[in-house]
């Protein structure tokens, strides 16, 4: 069998039948056996921790799911055994361990739950302004014309431009909103109907809603902070789509609490889950979902779908794509 070296996700040598851990379940197997390459597939055992894999395997399909929270902090003893490229289905890899992260190249789920999260974030945004729940009357008494907020002429501030905020950029443009975006890449050309800022303290001071979907890095933790909040306006309403701890949720909560913001939608939390008892899970002006805003759609086919692609790159000999960066740490 003929596995190649990888160097900065760059394979040098032809993989004519690869070994592969498949911890992403039956669809992403029934895709594989069809590959050219003819790779053999290894079902990871569900009881098993997920870094302890086959020796003889080269490819690990892997995701956080897979049980990765209860990894050891230290690299396991043969750590990473043979292997040389690890697909991971998730974007973020901050729920993995440091020394997964710091061996074979490393190719990341960027972009495939793109779509299903930016409808969450339209849906949280049309919730907050048009509030379909709250008027509901329940009799004859409450039955009363209320007010209804709009998107028009509005500003949406997006922290963060990859494949999510782009997905939301677009779906937004209809609506009427003015749509500003903090980047940590410079801008190479300008983008119709979107304004850069170059602060987060700009985009707060100046958006209705605020779309959180950075990475998260050591530079992005409590991103969001108490200084920060104090320059939102009152009637921001802030949506994290990204990871909790870019917030600092006790700054987050004591805004809430003194009307210093209008509300929040967090489908993420810092820990998560919260434990039981904290006030998050039943604050009036926070909408909570438990992590689920990257499902709905067609995730799966697109797992797939990048996995065959860098599969087939594996196989060639060539670059691999959405490779993590370490220096950027996304």
Avoid at 136 to 156: D, Y
Wanted: proline share 8%; glycine share 8%.
């Amino acid at each position: 069998m003929n596995t190649p070296r990888v160097d900065s996700g760059r394979p040098v040598a032809t993989v004519r039948s690869p070994v592969i851990v498949n911890q992403l379940g039956a669809e992403v197997r029934a895709a594989l056996i069809e590959h050219w390459s003819r790779p053999l597939i290894i079902d990871h055992p569900a009881d098993r921790p997920a870094w302890e894999i086959a020796p003889e395997a080269d490819v690990l399909l892997t995701r956080p799911l897979a049980g990765w929270s209860k990894a050891p902090a230290d690299r396991p003893a043969g750590w990473p055994y043979g292997l040389r490229w690890i697909q991971t289905a998730s974007t973020g890899v901050d729920f993995f361990p440091a020394w997964l992260l710091d061996g074979p190249v490393v190719t990341v789920g960027r972009g495939i739950s793109a779509d299903a999260i930016a409808e969450y974030v339209l849906a949280a945004i049309l919730g907050f302004a048009k509030r379909i729940h709250e008027i509901r009357p329940r009799n004859r008494q409450e039955w009363k014309i209320t007010a209804l907020g709009s998107l028009s002429g509005k500003t949406v501030g997006i922290a963060g431009f990859g494949a999510i905020g782009h997905a939301v950029a677009e779906r937004l443009k209809p609506f009427g909103v003015q749509i500003r975006v903090l980047r940590r890449s410079p801008w190479q050309y300008a983008i119709p109907g979107v304004v850069p800022v170059d602060s987060i303290e700009a985009l707060v001071a100046t958006a209705d809603h605020l779309v959180i979907a950075l990475p998260a890095t050591p530079e992005t933790v409590h991103l969001i902070n108490a200084d920060v909040l104090t320059r939102a306006k009152q009637s921001l309403h802030l949506i994290n789509v990204a990871r909790g701890r870019i917030i600092d949720q006790q700054a987050l909560l004591r805004a809430l609490d003194n009307g210093q913001l209008a509300g929040a939608t967090l489908d993420v939390t810092d820990p998560e889950p919260p434990p039981d008892g904290d006030p998050i899970y039943d604050h009036p002006k926070i909408v909570l979902t438990p992590h689920v805003s990257w499902t709905g759609a067609d995730d799966v086919k697109r797992l797939v779908d990048k996995t065959l692609v860098n599969l087939d790159a594996y196989a060639h000999g060539a670059p691999l794509a959405d490779v993590f960066d370490k220096e950027l740490g996304y």
